[in-house]
């Protein structure tokens, strides 16, 4: 196995934790003023569509007795009655909304060429008045985030423009950096892993699959530090992303070999909130969320702010986890959601006796090597992130310059 990663793998000292790659092609100058004008955007092919994941509810009803996975009987992981009750996890579901994607570009204006993704909403024509809220409070965010030229994160999609149809769609139209999604190239690298595997592609060296896991592991730590970076600067702008998962980053390549180019992109913001002090309690949004906050305790806008960025982190801990496990196991072997339930029904979101179970298991090597790197510090953040009591995870600037996050890991094994 390669005892470091080449010189141009490296992480650099710099704010973030890695060194900055020259880009192959420079984009164009960008601005913060949106085009409202569809005579200034060219629809191209449709590209498909999906829903939303949102959180639904909030319960701790969902635990139950554990469940008896591969025989465990008795987990025998001390938590008492109240400690159970406090145990409150997000409660996953799919909302009705459906978007539509297009490819197109930009043939007016200053930004003349841009290659361009359009998302398209259902209008309230469509009895769709959900998708209305969505698509005003995914642009007023974007808009919000884009207002100063000189403060834009490249780790969130750019939002280039929006209009609306004279059917009532509401169309939002972004810079095209990438089309792939986080989870599309969780799926594409554990497909490919069982090909190797069943021998439907030439075999690998050890030495040549060792280089490839090498450049595997910087893959995905890049993609979590630059899906951390977005999120902490919506956090430093009192937004919340309140749907953050695998398929609300949006990728510029899919390559392993490709790491050192590699930006991850937030995006899906329908259901961000904002968290100003003025304006935490209110949306329409976000009456889950707050309803969430009341039954963890949190009375005051103070401590209801401090949960809703705590919620977030508990979403992006379950991104770490899936990111640290799909991508290193054949297909089939485990999803998210299987995942998901493992940490919190069966073992409580107690990692380190989750760990325990996926020693076991040679199925999940790497997925526990990959974790245990850095003397297991990525059970250390996950435990963290995932800790039941909300007002002990970390905030996003610890998790981005937490070890793992930074790539250091990397370079001492």
């Not at 986890?321 to 089939?332: D, L, N, Q, S």
Request: charged fraction near 20%; charge should be neutral.
């Amino acid at each position: 196995m390669l005892k470091a990663l080449p010189a141009r793998f490296l992480p650099s000292p710099e704010h973030g934790g890695w060194r900055r790659r020259p880009r192959r092609g420079s984009l164009q100058p960008v601005s913060a003023a949106l085009m409202t004008n569809p005579a200034y955007f060219e629809v191209g092919r449709f590209l498909g569509g999906y829903g939303f994941m949102n959180i639904t509810s909030y319960s701790s009803s969902q635990f139950g007795e554990p469940s008896n996975v591969a025989g465990i009987q008795d987990l025998g992981l001390g938590y008492s009655a109240e400690e159970l009750e406090s145990l409150r996890v997000q409660d996953i579901g799919e909302g009705e909304v459906t978007i539509r994607l297009y490819e197109g570009r930009v043939v007016q204006g200053p930004l003349r060429g841009t290659q361009a993704v359009f998302k398209v909403y259902p209008g309230a024509r469509a009895g769709a008045s959900e998708a209305d809220l969505m698509a005003l409070n995914e642009l007023r965010t974007h808009a919000f985030l884009q207002s100063d030229a000189s403060d834009i994160c490249d780790n969130i999609q750019f939002l280039l423009g929006a209009f609306e149809t004279a059917t009532g769609e509401q169309w939002l139209a972004f810079r095209d950096d990438g089309k792939y999604s986080a989870a599309d190239y969780a799926k594409i690298t554990s497909e490919r892993q069982l090909k190797e595997q069943s021998g439907d592609m030439p075999f690998w060296n050890p030495f040549n699959r060792a280089y490839k896991l090498e450049l595997r592991r910087y893959f995905v730590l890049k993609l979590l530090n630059g899906a951390m970076s977005g999120l902490l600067h919506m956090h430093n702008h009192d937004r919340l992303h309140q749907s953050l998962g695998p398929s609300s980053i949006i990728l510029n390549t899919v390559m392993d070999k490709e790491g050192p180019y590699l930006v991850p992109r937030l995006r899906d913001l329908a259901f961000s909130v904002d968290i100003g002090y003025s304006s935490v309690g209110a949306g329409a949004l976000s009456d889950g969320l707050w309803r969430r906050a009341s039954a963890a305790g949190a009375s005051t806008p103070l401590e209801k702010r401090a949960f809703g960025i705590a919620d977030d982190i508990y979403g992006a801990g379950l991104l770490v986890a899936y990111m640290a496990f799909i991508p290193f196991c054949e297909a089939g072997t485990v999803d998210g959601i299987s995942l998901q339930r493992l940490l919190e029904r069966t073992f409580r979101l107690d990692i380190y006796a989750a760990r325990e179970y996926c020693l076991a298991d040679d199925r999940l090597s790497e997925a526990v090597n990959f974790l245990d790197l850095g003397d297991g510090a990525g059970w250390e953040l996950l435990q963290a992130m995932l800790n039941p009591d909300y007002p002990k995870r970390p905030i996003a600037k610890a998790v981005l310059n937490h070890r793992f996050i930074t790539g250091a890991v990397l370079r001492n094994y």
